[in-house]
């Protein structure tokens, strides 16, 4: 169960990244590109002159750390879910079957 949802949301958050990696929203530039064009010397000009300029560049910015973040947790997360192997939950939940099962004999002997 652990396995396969850390498979599963990993791969979506990846995705999700890879689309606002790509998908262009400002005049053919995707987000990574604007902010990296607000990086740049004319960006960083064009910031000192306009207020509106900054605010938007610093929107960018925090949207690029968002595409990253979510691209970095979707990798560690497919790499638990394949790192975790199912066979130690499956070993749990039959431990813990078995614990059930003798605290219901205990508990039926107790009430006896």
């Not at 960006?43 to 960018?60: I, P, Y």
Request: aromatic share 8%; proline share 2%.
């Amino acid at each position: 169960m652990v396995k396969s949802w850390a498979l599963v949301t990993g791969i979506v958050l990846l995705v999700i990244a890879g689309i606002g990696f790509v998908i262009p929203v400002d005049e053919g530039y995707s987000i990574p590109n604007v902010n990296d064009l607000c990086s740049s010397g004319m960006g960083q000009l064009a910031q000192m002159f306009g207020s509106d300029v900054q605010r938007e560049c610093q929107q960018f910015k925090y949207l690029t750390y968002g595409i990253y973040g979510l691209g970095l947790t979707g990798i560690v997360l497919i790499i638990v879910g394949a790192v975790v192997s199912g066979s130690k939950i499956h070993s749990l939940e039959r431990e813990i079957k078995e614990l059930t099962l003798k605290n219901s004999m205990l508990l039926s002997k107790l009430s006896l």
